[in-house]
């Protein structure tokens, strides 16, 4: 028992003096709180979704003093249909003028809205869509891939290198040949095949088990997959081009993942959130990979329906390599 507390004292000692540490484990879960309290916290719930085209007239603010209704401003109905025609939103209504409505007859929720709708007085034409709906399953399902390549590629390569670093492998391999661009461009590729292989086996056994939506093309899905992953990546080299220290390292990674968790979409939808909060989350390459992989699976978009999606995760991948090749150090600091 001495030798124990022995060791025990002694661990505590060091966690203390590691004062990186153990203030990233008491400040990390308070900022997570607060944020979420902030963005999402005074909200009521939105039990339906109504989409509008156009600008606002007497109908549409007549409808809007209904509660528990969420409205999403589109541009057009090219955009707005497919939302409806998957049940993504219950209700298309145009403004102006031209008061028309557009409606899912198979959706239950479409249907207590046109109730709603015919309430208000005025003179709507209808507009019948019909479509396959999209199970909440199918929506979020890029999610779930999302998280499982965001935390295997920032995790995963991140913590290798820094264990590496640590026992002063990294510090040997100096005296070798190898530059850090083809030591880090090897830990890429290297993480990426496990990824790519990983991915395509979990894909094909959901897809046998839940049959979920896909409208668009495996191959496109497939260069989404590899490009969103190779971004993560780089960005995993960049939290570990320095450090030695794991603790810390884990803290940061956590820094970098729990805002592409609360802001990229996993969970659900930042249509008809505020505008600034859009905009921060188009910061995040997770936002991309998430937005291009549900356009191809649910809106079947083709290659020019994600190319700023892809331009998107081709340039920060771009910047993320040329930042840890720049940052990278062999031995701890």
Do not use: C
């Amino acid at each position: 028992m001495q030798h124990f507390f022995t060791l025990l004292s002694a661990r505590n000692i060091e966690l203390m003096r590691d004062k990186a540490t153990w203030s990233w484990n008491i400040v990390f879960p308070v900022i997570l709180i607060l944020a979420v309290a902030t963005l999402f916290g005074d909200k009521d719930t939105q039990i339906f979704k109504v989409g509008v085209i156009g600008p606002e007239n007497a109908a549409i603010s007549a409808l809007k003093s209904v509660r528990y209704v969420q409205f999403i401003d589109y541009q057009d109905t090219e955009t707005a249909l497919p939302k409806l025609k998957h049940h993504q939103i219950d209700l298309l209504v145009q403004g102006g003028s031209a008061t028309r409505y557009w409606l899912n007859e198979e959706s239950a929720q479409g249907y207590l809205l046109e109730k709603i709708l015919l309430t208000t007085g005025s003179q709507w034409q209808k507009q019948v869509v019909t479509g396959r709906p999209v199970r909440y399953l199918d929506w979020v399902l890029p999610g779930i891939l999302g998280i499982n390549i965001m935390h295997t590629s920032l995790f995963g390569v991140g913590l290798a290198i820094v264990r590496l670093r640590k026992n002063g492998v990294l510090k040997r391999l100096k005296a070798t040949p190898v530059n850090a661009f083809e030591f880090l461009s090897a830990q890429v590729i290297s993480r990426l095949s496990l990824l790519l292989i990983t991915i395509i086996g979990q894909v094909m056994v959901l897809n046998l088990l839940f049959d979920f939506f896909m409208e668009g093309s495996y191959w496109l899905l497939f260069i989404i997959i590899a490009l969103g992953a190779l971004s993560l990546i780089s960005l995993g080299l960049i939290a570990a081009s320095r450090s030695g220290n794991e603790e810390v390292t884990i803290g940061l990674l956590n820094l970098i993942t729990w805002p592409m968790v609360l802001l990229s979409g996993i969970w659900f939808s930042l249509e008809g959130a505020p505008m600034w909060l859009q905009k921060v989350a188009l910061a995040l390459p997770m936002t991309h990979i998430l937005n291009a992989t549900r356009a191809v699976m649910i809106d079947g978009a083709g290659v020019a329906g994600v190319r700023t999606e892809l331009l998107v995760l081709l340039g920060l991948t771009l910047i993320f390599l040329t930042i840890a090749s720049m940052r990278f150090k062999w031995h701890e600091e």
